[in-house]
């Protein structure tokens, strides 16, 4: 069993940054497949980034991809969301979670993968 909680969403001018930071508790994020997603007002959840057990691999959204980075620190297992070059178009709750590592490899960016999930934190571009 996994708990995520997330932190440091805020608010932003159009071409800032914010850092996402995902603290894990209960399993080693080493073993998991690990994730960011975001869900504006009206809108459906919508993958972000995903990164594979240890780092291995990272994968991303079209609409992030250039913009956005996915890491992981082990030791302090936490997942991190670095956002850079944001836009109005990327305010949304973002949330954190945890999949079996195969996920990973079978679906990295869809919702269903998923099994665990933070409750989120807001980022706001305007």
């Known amino acids: 069993h996994v708990q995520l909680v997330e932190s440091g969403g805020g608010s932003v001018q159009a071409g800032g940054s914010l850092r996402l930071s995902c603290q894990a508790s209960g399993d080693n994020i080493r073993r998991q497949c690990m994730g960011w997603f975001r869900q504006a007002p009206g809108k459906e959840r919508e993958a972000v980034a995903a990164i594979s057990i240890s780092g291995g691999s990272a994968y991303y959204a079209n609409s992030v991809r250039g913009r956005f980075t996915i890491s992981q620190d082990n030791a302090e297992n936490t997942l991190y969301l670095q956002m850079n070059t944001l836009n109005p178009e990327d305010t949304a709750m973002y949330y954190c979670?945890?999949?079996?590592?195969?996920?990973?490899?079978?679906?990295?960016?869809?919702?269903?993968?998923?099994?665990?999930w933070g409750r989120g934190t807001q980022v706001t571009v305007s």
């Open positions: 979670a945890a999949a079996p590592p195969y996920r990973c490899y079978t679906g990295p960016l869809l919702t269903n993968s998923y099994t665990y």
